[in-house]
């Protein structure tokens, strides 16, 4: 019998990659949807016959339960979240019933239903915010500067709670800015190449942006889903940092994808005051020391590779699109 592995958030980015991944793997592999008439299957189009979707919320713990009583799996992915850190300040308490009262929710679904079942809790470098230390760890205290940071410790936290109290193996993957170009376009990285690639095919010529001073950690969710499997696999639940332990600007990544296609990214790029955030969080950089010793899980994916990967899809949809509109 094939392992069955449930992932919430399956829609989003790191759900697809990881849903990907499991399959290559043998896995069944159930993905948890809202029922909602904006539901959005792009990103898992090409596996959506492989997979079981089922229908749920992470604010309904009796969905939860009925999903694990159905299906029986060994392992649950918790993707989901109100995911965008600029979003969170416009809805501060759907981001906490979503991204925080969620995951107790589906740990205690857990406890109740199956209490072998072995958990995984995305947790988030934003948790740290103002950090405490250069480069930040498992041991780093957090210091959120979101109501998304905030609403994440609480999930961290509740997880590791839930392992402590009731003996689950429950663990948290601490991971950095990870990106693709299944990104969401109200992501910065994708906000930028995809801006670079328009620019580029003449369909506009302005790049609004906030702080371009921000540093972050950069990898690529291709190779971030591995990880989340790799924790799943071991004998003992445990928090882990996952990173690249490079740190880039906001310019920098600016600079990268607008140098990628010859372009002068100073005649496109200015400033929004828009696009700043309340407090802003500086400089994110982790250390991934203990995933390399204790899961052998090392980044492949270098930036500079992940940009030019994210400009050449954007350019090859925008292609696409002005073909179609062409031939209508």
Known sequence: MPKTALITGITGQDGSYLAELLLSKGYRVVGLVRRTSTINFERIGHIQHDINLVSGDMLDQTSLMRVLEDYQPEEVYNLAAQSFVQTSWAQPVFTGEVTALGVTRLLDAIRAVNSSIRFYQASSSEMFGKVREVPQRETTPFYPRSPYGVAKVYGH????????????????????????????????????TDAVARIKLGLTDDLPLGNLDSRRDWGF???????????????????????????????????????????????YVRQDPRFMRPAEVDLLVGDASKAKKMLNWEPEVTFDELIHMMVDADIERHQKRLKLEEQA
């Open 157 to 192: 936290w509740i997880t590791v709670n839930y392992r402590e109290s009731y003996d689950l193996h429950a663990t948290s993957g601490i991971l950095f800015n990870h990106e693709s170009p299944r990104r969401g376009l109200e992501f910065v990285t994708r906000k930028v």
């Open 221 to 267: 969710a291709g190779d971030y889903v591995k990880a989340m499997w790799l924790m799943l696999q071991q004998d003992e639940p445990d928090d882990y940092v996952i990173s690249t332990g490079a740190t880039y600007s906001v310019q920098e990544l600016v600079e990268a994808a607008f140098n990628y296609v010859d372009l002068d990214w100073t005649a």
